[in-house]
């Protein structure tokens, strides 16, 4: 099992900045990649950013490159995702993820293809 806890949420303006992090506690040793996802009312939840366990590999959306940064504190278990320039439509619940499977490059950004989630944190950007 492992569990996950994010923070950092909030209510903010355009252009303002936002860390989210997530706390990874548990059978950590088991994970093969991690990630974020986000998911605004009414929509499906979405792929944001993901990083391998090793940190060697890293992704994220064409909707938020240039903007948002995935990275992870090793010695602090924690996994963060750096947001700048936020814009109205990034707001949504953001979820972090952790996989225990090996899957391939193109799954890696299905929902579906992780096997542990947090409670997720709400994100407002206001115009």
């Known amino acids: 099992q492992v569990q996950l806890v994010e923070s950092g949420g909030e209510l903010v303006q355009a252009g303002d900045s936002l860390r989210l992090s997530c706390a990874a506690s548990?059978?950590?040793?088991?994970?093969?990649?991690m990630a974020w996802f986000r998911q605004a009312p009414g929509k499906e939840r979405e792929f944001v950013a993901r990083?391998?366990?090793?940190?060697?590999?890293?992704s994220v959306a064409d909707s938020v490159k240039g903007r948002f940064t995935i990275s992870r504190d090793n010695a602090k278990n924690t996994l963060y995702l750096q947001m700048n320039s936020l814009k109205p439509e990034d707001t949504a619940v953001y979820y972090c993820?952790?996989?225990?499977?090996?899957?391939?490059?193109?799954?890696?950004?299905?929902?579906?293809?992780?096997?542990?989630w947090g409670q997720g944190t709400q994100v407002t950007v206001s115009s």
């Open positions: 990083m391998s366990w090793s940190g060697g590999s890293t």
């Open positions: 993820a952790v996989r225990v499977r090996s899957t391939t490059v193109q799954a890696m950004i299905r929902p579906a293809s992780y096997d542990y």
């Open positions: 548990g059978r950590t040793y088991s994970t093969y990649g």
